[in-house]
């Protein structure tokens, strides 16, 4: 068969596609985030809305006036761009309904590990490590932020300072000694 009558998925009804390799959100769990993550959605989200997709629209536009679409390479980059800011504003605005905002600062002086808390521990080889628990959409695990869903986060939820806690690693169980616990402090 010829190559020019096979259908490529274009993976347009994939909203997740957008998500950047985030986990999805666990069966029956919100999507808790913190404020600060929920306007990092919001502000990206106005941005695809109100700068990205009108000057995507004038490109295509003015590529369409040219005549002959078939080979104008700025209109088919723009219709794919076009389709590639309106999956992403599908993906931002499920994430953004599901979303749960959720204020550390609430548990600010507690000693407890719960959603947002910034942690220190020090695993079995005594090697001190700080993580901030937070949600799905924010992780950035090179800068210490890692999901509330992550087995870590799991592990450490609901322990307190001085606490240690095993964790179940592929090379076997380890423990983690919590030394502290920190919130942001209310604004």
Known sequence: ?????????????????????????????KNYITPQGYQRIREELFSLIDDQRPEVVKIVHWAASNGDRSEN???????????????????LTKRMDL????????HHG???????????????????QTIRIVGIDEIDPLNGKIS???PVARALTKSREGDVVTLNTPSGLDELEIIAVEYPAPV
């Open 110 to 128: 507690s000693d407890q590990v719960f959603f947002g808390a910034t942690v220190t521990y020090l695993n079995r080889q005594g090697v001190e």
């Open 148 to 150: 509330w869903v992550s």
């Open 73 to 91: 390479g700025d209109y088919i980059y723009g219709k794919r761009r076009l389709r590639e800011i309106d999956r992403r504003i599908r993906f």
């Open 1 to 29: 068969m010829n190559k020019a009558f096979v259908k490529e998925s274009s993976g347009d009804d994939d909203d997740d596609d957008l998500g950047q390799g985030l986990p999805p959100i666990p069966a029956g769990a």
């Open 99 to 106: 979303a749960e905002v959720v204020d550390p600062a609430i």
